[in-house]
């Protein structure tokens, strides 16, 4: 679960990482008085879950109230690369001396902790790493070590941190540690970790954490009152949190063909079969959404998911597959049916039973004769089936 | 040869008498899995019956309250967890300190840092975890009288003994691979799990596959999300003398959306499938664009090789 840099800044308050003054704001009013009370030159920055916002005039100074508010009226109505703007933080503008970059997070192919810094910060650092890959360090923190103020300091020597900056920067470093680790995040980046200050008055000079990103891993919101404090209803498609409510696995994709499977690997699979479908057809369908029943779904589960799938008005057929492991394909016909029931009709529905109880699946979908209900042997052909169908719907509408 | 681990091994269910490890140990025992107990602190000292479970007569599985206790009565060398994922790591740190050799975790939902430290540990003790998030591992036995080991939730009788192996990120295209090649047949199916970070990584199961002389070929089945599908790739290419036929799911998965799996996330362009099956072609390794056509390639593969 990313967070918004400005929910990022609270956790790194917590731990007593240096940032800016800030306000968030959701309107021009509240901007205005946020910038008045935090004063003059300040950065009134658009607050969407998605990099490269500066770059689409996401970030804004502003050296009066008139440009505050003029900020605030050009970044709230955006949309930035498909992520509605939720808001601007208001912050005070820093005099940047020089910028480092620090992330710490999960490195999936060490099976440890990553930390990633370069002492020469100030662009993404990607294309650090294509230019000068030796200016960006990476170390390790394990799950066996206990991560000290001697480790953060030997860290920030081997980061290259300025002498000067060192003993600060590992201050930094260990409560990155801390607030990475009480938090139970998936990544903490602070960009630019900045050297601010008046450049002729030594003393005035530390450094501040200027942006952060924090991503949470959703596997540890039991351990943090599930989250709640970060929800985001408003910007929660409501299929998504339909299904979530049912405990299913649903991405809305935006397609046509509705997609129903049991197991995720083999969901992601038949997303792949339709776009192939679509492409190999020369239609251009897609698949509306990613919904993963999961193992052992009884009736009562694939009727509800059938009933999400079929509410999207973008759906003009479903594709259902079903390798029955511990799921019952008996199970999951049943479910079929009592959805098309309780909805009086249906779009058409392309079904693929394999496994447990496929045999018996099948036969109870041909009992029901329902015109609506397609049945093929493989994934392949039913994924055509289903691309052709809501293909064919789309062009009698047009 | 057994491949992971032996015929017979005996082997103890943690989370046994919850629902889930009831279903799974029923099945599992059916399978002739040499089931010797339950961890449970609660009900240590009581045992339950599986009725028919074990060649249809009944079988009463001891119930003991640690790993270690469990261990020293029985010798089990292996465990499956069905623990809660708030639970999951304290179990599983039980089971390497109890000197448990294999320990295959079901559960779903376990926080990666918890995952991250037990693999630690296990690694530290020279133990193997296989998943979590994973549908288990399936051996078919090495000799006629011999039983393989049912470790997790993998449906029996799907597959014969034969000369491939299989591991796999997900659970269903793993059933869905081991159907399609039922008539062929495996030495082992194992399921690595959808997490970010777990115990055998697809590389480390190639590794034992090379290593098991029955095996033959591998069909290695991967997903978005992190470069697991690249590091194996890699490895192959240098130390794999046995054929692998690949397939990836996920190619038309948006980027930052998690579909499923904790561990099947597109982030800031990286772990796409385009750029998985680029790394695994670019080292020889051909990968199907659907299951069946995955298959039909380890047929021809097994053809031209004269493995079949």
């Known amino acids: 679960m990313d967070l918004y840099e400005y929910q990022a800044r609270e956790l790194l308050d917590e731990q007593g990482i240096p940032t800016p003054r800030a306000i968030f704001a959701q309107n021009s009013h509240e901007v205005a008085e946020a910038a008045d009370a935090l004063g003059y030159p300040c950065v009134v920055k658009a607050q969407v879950k998605i990099g490269h916002r500066g770059q689409a005039g996401g970030v804004k100074l502003a050296r009066t109230r008139d440009e505050a508010v003029l900020a605030a009226e050009q970044i709230l109505p955006m949309t930035i690369h498909g992520h509605k703007v939720h808001g601007v933080l208001v912050a005070e503008a820093k005099n940047i001396l020089h910028e480092y970059y620090v992330s710490i997070s999960v490195d999936r192919s060490s099976r440890d902790f990553d930390v990633l810094a370069t002492a020469n910060g100030g662009t993404e650092v990607e294309e650090i790493a294509k230019e000068h890959p030796e200016a960006v360090k990476r170390l390790h923190i394990t799950s066996l070590e206990d991560f000290d103020i001697e480790a953060a300091r030997r860290m920030a020597n081997a980061i290259g941190f300025y002498h000067a900056d060192v003993e600060q920067a590992a201050q930094i470093l260990l409560k990155m540690w801390r607030c990475f680790k009480d938090n139970d995040a998936t990544l903490v980046e602070i960009n630019p970790l900045a050297k601010i200050g008046d450049p002729d008055d030594e003393s005035s000079k530390s450094l501040c954490a200027l942006d952060a990103k924090i991503s949470l891993d959703g596997n540890a919101a039991f351990r943090h009152d599930g989250w709640r404090r970060f929800e985001d209803p408003v910007h929660e498609d409501p299929f998504e949190r339909r299904a979530n409510e049912h405990g299913l696995h649903y991405v809305h994709l935006h397609g046509e063909v509705g997609v129903i499977g049991n197991g995720a690997g083999l969901v992601m699979s038949s997303l792949d079969a339709v776009s192939g479908a679509g492409e190999d057809q020369g239609t251009g369908i897609k698949p509306a959404n990613f919904l993963d029943i999961g193992g052992g779904a009884s009736a009562e589960v694939m009727k509800e998911s059938l009933q999400i799938v079929l509410s999207d008005p973008q759906v003009e057929s479903v594709f259902i597959n079903v390798y029955g492991g511990i799921t019952s394909c008996e199970q999951v016909a049943e479910g079929i049916l009592e959805a098309i029931d309780v909805l009086e009709g249906s779009k058409p529905i392309v079904v693929r039973f394999d496994g447990n109880a496929a045999a018996e699946g099948l036969r109870i979908l041909a009992e029901s004769r329902n015109p609506n209900i397609h049945v093929c042997t493989t994934m392949e052909e039913a994924a055509q089936l289903a691309a052709r169908i809501a293909a064919d719907v789309k062009e009698g509408q047009a | ?308």
């Not at chain 2, 050799?101 to 540990?121: F, H, K, N, Q, R």
């Not at chain 2, 680029?278 to 020889?284: D, R, S």
């Open chain 2, 1 to 308: 040869m057994s491949t992971f681990i032996e015929d017979n091994a005996p082997v103890i269910v943690q989370g046994m008498t919850g629902h889930q490890g009831m279903t799974h140990t029923a099945r599992m025992l059916k399978a002739g899995t040499n089931i010797v107990g339950g961890v449970n602190p609660r009900k240590a000292g009581t045992a339950v019956t599986f009725p028919g479970a074990r060649q249809g007569a009944d079988a009463q599985i001891p119930v003991y309250a640690t790993c270690a206790d469990a261990r020293t009565a029985t010798g089990a060398k292996a465990s499956v967890v069905f623990v809660p994922p708030r639970f999951a790591k304290d179990a599983i740190v039980e089971a390497i300190e109890a000197g448990i050799e294999l320990i295959v975790v079901i559960t779903e939902g376990i926080p990666v840092a918890d995952s991250a430290y037990c693999v630690e540990l296990a690694l530290q003790h020279g133990v193997r975890i296989v998943g979590p998030n994973c549908p288990g591992l399936i051996t078919l036995p090495s000799t006629p009288d011999g039983h393989g080991v049912n470790l997790g939730i993998i449906p029996d009788g799907i597959v014969p003994r034969g000369p491939l192996g299989l591991v796999s990120k997900s659970g269903t295209l793993t059933y869905q691979l081991m159907g399609e090649l039922s008539d062929i047949g495996f030495t082992a199916c194992l399921g690595a799990g959808g997490d970010p970070i777990v115990g055998t990584t697809l590389q480390e199961a190639l590794k034992v596959f090379e290593a098991d002389e029955d095996t033959r070929a591998v069909v290695m089945i991967g997903e978005i999300g992190g470069t697991a599908e690249q590091e194996a790739a890699a490895w192959a290419a240098t130390h794999m003398t046995k054929p692998i036929v690949a397939y990836i799911a996920g190619f038309t998965a948006p980027e930052g959306k998690q579909m499923g799996h904790a561990g099947a996330i597109v982030s800031g362009g990286k772990g796409t499938a385009q750029d998985k099956k680029e790394a695994l072609e670019a080292v020889g390794i051909r990968v199907g664009r659907t299951p069946g056509q995955a298959a039909a390639f380890m047929r021809e593969i097994l053809e031209e090789r004269h493995i079949v």
